[in-house]
């Protein structure tokens, strides 16, 4: 099973924040944002996403569409302040949701 230290981090396009994106087999994206302009904590631009305690996230299936509502009951587009722990039983979802469709 993936867990998030398997996310890997880039500097986001807006250049003060953090974009990861995990993708599942059947081309469904998990993507994990953080820095000022998200509903992360702390709310600032830190040198490395491992300074975050809390971050944004969102689910799109393979055409780019947000599919977060499948996954998290009462969800929006996207969440905001999701911990670690937060995100790891959120790829276990995804990942047991996938392989049942398969």
Not at 14 to 18: I, T
Not at 22 to 26: C, G, L, P
């Given at each position: 099973m993936s867990?998030?230290?398997d996310i890997t981090f880039k500097q986001h396009p807006?250049?003060?924040?953090?974009a990861g994106i995990?993708?599942?087999?059947?081309g469904t994206k998990l993507s994990v944002v953080c820095g000022p302009h998200f509903?992360?904590?702390?709310?600032?631009s830190l040198r490395s996403p491992n300074e975050y305690n809390l971050f944004e996230i969102a689910i799109l299936n393979?055409?780019?569409d947000f599919i977060t509502e499948?996954?998290?009951e009462g969800a929006d587009q996207v969440i905001g302040w999701q911990s670690r722990e937060d995100l790891n039983k959120l790829?276990?979802?995804?990942?047991?949701?996938?392989?049942?469709n398969i």
């Open positions: 867990t998030f230290d807006l250049g003060s924040a953090w995990m993708s599942f087999d059947d509903y992360c904590e702390p709310k600032l393979t055409s780019g499948k996954f998290v790829i276990i979802e995804i990942e047991t949701k996938i392989t049942d």
